[in-house]
Structures are given as C-alpha cells and as structure tokens.
C-alpha cells in the first residue's frame, strides 16, 4: 500500500536518508559526484512494479543537498504515480543536478552522469525536466542506452505535456463553468520556460486572457510580445483577479500565504508537487472551492511522450494518449465531488489501484 505523507515528514535535518527513503517507500537511492566535471546529482528510483522507473532529470541551483534530496524524492514519487494513472507500463524515478543549468553545463558533465544512469542497468531511464534539453540528453546517450527524448526521436517533450494541461485545463473549466471553452477566460501561467510557452501559444490561439511571470525576463519579454500575454511580477501574479491559476515553475506554490490570496476557480499547471503539504493545502483549495486538478494526472504528456520512445511508437500517439487527459481530470472531479474527498486523493487512489492491481499478477504462484 503506497500510504499518502505530509510533505512535513521529510524532514531531512531529523532523520537519517534511509528512513527518508521509507517516507514514500523508495526502492534506491544514487549519490552521484565527479569533482572532474562537477557533477553532484542524485538519482532516485521509487517504484518499479509496473515496470522500469521512468522520469526526467532536472538541473538546477539548489540552496543545498538536503533541498535537492527532498525534491528528488517527492518527484519520484509523483513519477510513479503519472506513470501508473496514465496507463503506463512505467515505474516511477527521477533525477537532479545541482548546478545553474545555463553556465555550468557541458558535454562531459552529462556524459559523466550518463555513466551513473548506466551503472543501474535499466531500471532507471532518464529524460528531459527542467533546465534539460534534448542536445544535453544526446551528451547522456553517448555513455547509456538507458535515455529518451533525444533529438530525431520523441525528442522534447514539452509540446505533449503542454497539450496534455491544455486539455485537461478545458476539462476543469467544463465542470466549473459548463463549458470547456476558454475563450475570454483569464489565466496566469506562472513560468513561461519550454513547457509554459506551449501552454500559453494554445490558450493564445482559443483566445484566453492571458497573465505570465518567469525568472529569466528576456524570456518573459518574448513570450509576451509574441502571444500577447501580459507579464506580471514573480509575487504580483497571485493577487490577480483571474479564473484559472496555471503553475508551471517549480513546486509547493500552493501553500499558506498563496491560498489566502488565490482568486481563482481552478488550479491546473505543468508544475510538479503544486501542493506544499498535500492534506492541508489538498483540502484547503476543497474549502475554498477551487478545483485542483492534480499536477500529477494533468502534466503526464511528457511522461507520455517518452513511452512512446521507449516502445517506438509513432508521435501522434503521444498527441492522441494526450488527449485522454481531459477524460482523466473530468473521472477525479467527478468523483471528488460524489464522495466528497480532495482531487489529490482520488487521483493517488486510481493510481495506487492500478499499481495494487499490476503487483498482483507479478506475485510469484
């Protein structure tokens, strides 16, 4: 049983790794250091029931260790999870680079870290997150077989998961306002990096009011400029007078100070973890009847978009497996609704079910 924990309980100045790892009930955990290249990355695999652990690796400039092993372990976790909702015959994994990802990379810090990916033999395959592109995944598969989203193939796989919030965005706005239409709606997308942009390039093109921050401001100033979007400050966006709130940076902006300042009816972004403690803040938005649709059911396009590599199938199998996020997000809100219990945990309990179900009929006889 893959019990539910408040993101509280890691607290990795209390408690030793291991027992960090019985939290969420990782499976391996994998330190990685070359003082050669600079590499310091950590790969964690949660879950490997339903098959190889599947997810991208992220690089970026933590405050510390401890703040990159508690990212990597929750999204892990979360991996495992939109592997099993979305029908996957995945595991869940992940991994992080500590390192600024736009001075410090090069061809041999990422061939080093596919050395690591490769010493696990195939039960960790990496990909793109954040700070990762495909030219850096291609440096990775010079050292490992074990590596998707490489350019020519399935490549970046932003646009699927882009789609896949789109989607799944319409089918909140169906259910919040009877219509899945998000003409005139107004939506703040906070983080305009690869995955943000395609968002805002569609609700552009639907017709949709469109708000965006981001950190890096030459960016920012593209985006708005070429799809009209109105750019706001990093805090300013969560005053905004707005519908939808589409979270798409980093993690656990849904918290406290935020939740008293949403004025919003649906939170549905490509970030992973939104939720900074998933009891309080899953039944927070409950309370002040917002819908959530969880991060990790509505951004499962990437996810989607690098098992159709793993398996060679055609791209536009990814764009239609995408779609049937719309129908995912409509059965957790509905059924959220009807038994009266947070999006978050009905979607966990669908997940859950399936990896309970799959674990069945690999027991030995």
Same mark, same amino acid.
């Given at each position: 049983?893959?019990?539910?924990?408040?993101?509280?309980?890691?607290?990795?100045?209390?408690?030793?790794?291991?027992?960090?790892?019985?939290?969420?009930?990782?499976?391996?955990?994998?330190?990685?250091?070359?003082?050669?290249?600079?590499?310091?990355?950590?790969?964690?695999?949660?879950?490997?029931?339903?098959?190889?652990?599947?997810?991208?690796?992220?690089?970026?400039?933590?405050?510390?260790?401890?703040?990159?092993?508690?990212?990597?372990?929750?999204?892990?976790?979360?991996?495992?999870?939109?592997?099993?909702?979305?029908?996957?015959?995945?595991?869940?994994?992940?991994?992080?680079?500590?390192?600024?990802?736009?001075?410090?990379?090069?061809?041999?810090?990422?061939?080093?870290?596919?050395?690591f990916v490769n010493s696990l033999a195939g039960k960790y395959i990496?990909?793109?997150?954040?700070?990762?592109?495909?030219?850096?995944?291609?440096?990775?598969?010079?050292?490992?077989?074990?590596?998707?989203?490489?350019?020519?193939?399935?490549?970046?796989?932003?646009?699927?998961?882009?789609?896949?919030?789109?989607?799944?965005?319409?089918?909140?706005?169906?259910?919040?306002?009877?219509?899945?239409?998000?003409?005139?709606?107004?939506?703040?997308?906070?983080?305009?990096?690869?995955?943000?942009?395609?968002? &805002? +390039? /569609? @609700?552009?093109?639907?017709?949709?009011?469109?708000?965006?921050?981001? $950190?890096?401001?030459?960016?920012?100033?593209? *985006?708005?400029?070429?799809?009209?979007?109105?750019?706001?400050?990093?805090?300013?966006?969560?005053?905004?007078?707005?519908?939808?709130?589409?979270?798409?940076?980093?993690?656990?902006?849904?918290?406290?100070?935020?939740?008293?300042?949403?004025?919003?009816?649906?939170?549905?972004?490509?970030?992973?973890?939104?939720?900074?403690?998933?009891?309080?803040?899953?039944?927070?938005?409950?309370?002040?009847?917002?819908?959530?649709?969880?991060?990790?059911?509505?951004?499962?396009?990437?996810?989607?978009?690098?098992?159709?590599? &793993? +398996? /060679? @199938?055609?791209?536009?199998?990814?764009?239609?497996?995408?779609?049937? $996020?719309?129908?995912?997000?409509?059965?957790? *809100?509905?059924?959220?609704?009807?038994?009266?219990?947070?999006?978050?945990?009905?979607?966990?309990?669908?997940?859950?079910?399936?990896?309970?179900?799959?674990?069945?009929?690999?027991?030995?006889?």
């Amino acid at each position: 049983m893959f019990e539910v924990k408040d993101s509280k309980d890691l607290n990795l100045n209390e408690n030793p790794v291991i027992a960090q790892m019985g939290i969420y009930d990782h499976e391996q955990l994998l330190f990685c250091n070359d003082n050669a290249t600079g590499l310091k990355a950590i790969i964690a695999v949660h879950n490997t029931v339903l098959g190889p652990a599947l997810g991208g690796t992220r690089m970026w400039m933590y405050n510390n260790e401890m703040e990159a092993l508690t990212d990597v372990l929750r999204l892990s976790r979360g991996m495992t999870y939109k592997n099993a909702i979305s029908g996957l015959n995945l595991g869940g994994g992940k991994a992080v680079i500590i390192g600024d990802s736009r001075t410090m990379k090069s061809e041999a810090l990422f061939r080093r870290f596919g050395k690591f990916v490769n010493s696990l033999a195939g039960k960790y395959i990496t990909a793109e997150d954040v700070g990762i592109s495909p030219v850096d995944m291609s440096w990775v598969n010079m050292e490992t077989d074990h590596v998707v989203g490489l350019p020519g193939k399935s490549g970046d796989p932003s646009p699927v998961t882009a789609h896949g919030v789109y989607v799944g965005m319409k089918a909140c706005a169906k259910a919040r306002f009877g219509s899945d239409s998000l003409n005139g709606k107004k939506i703040a997308v906070q983080g305009v990096g690869h995955v943000g942009e395609y968002l &805002v +390039k /569609s @609700l552009a093109k639907e017709g949709a009011q469109i708000f965006i921050t981001d $950190i890096h401001q030459d960016t920012l100033q593209r *985006v708005s400029t070429e799809y009209g979007a109105t750019v706001v400050g990093l805090d300013e966006i969560y005053d905004i007078d707005m519908d939808i709130y589409a979270p798409c940076a980093l993690g656990a902006t849904v918290n406290d100070d935020t939740l008293s300042r949403l004025k919003c009816s649906i939170i549905a972004g490509a970030a992973n973890n939104q939720l900074a403690n998933e009891k309080v803040h899953g039944q927070a938005v409950v309370d002040k009847g917002i819908i959530y649709a969880p991060d990790f059911a509505l951004n499962a396009g990437g996810v989607i978009n690098c098992y159709s590599e &793993v +398996k /060679s @199938l055609q791209p536009a199998w990814s764009m239609n497996k995408a779609e049937e $996020i719309y129908t995912t997000i409509s059965n957790i *809100v509905e059924r959220s609704a009807s038994e009266k219990i947070p999006t978050y945990q009905i979607a966990n309990k669908m997940a859950e079910e399936r990896i309970q179900s799959v674990g069945k009929i690999k027991l030995p006889m």
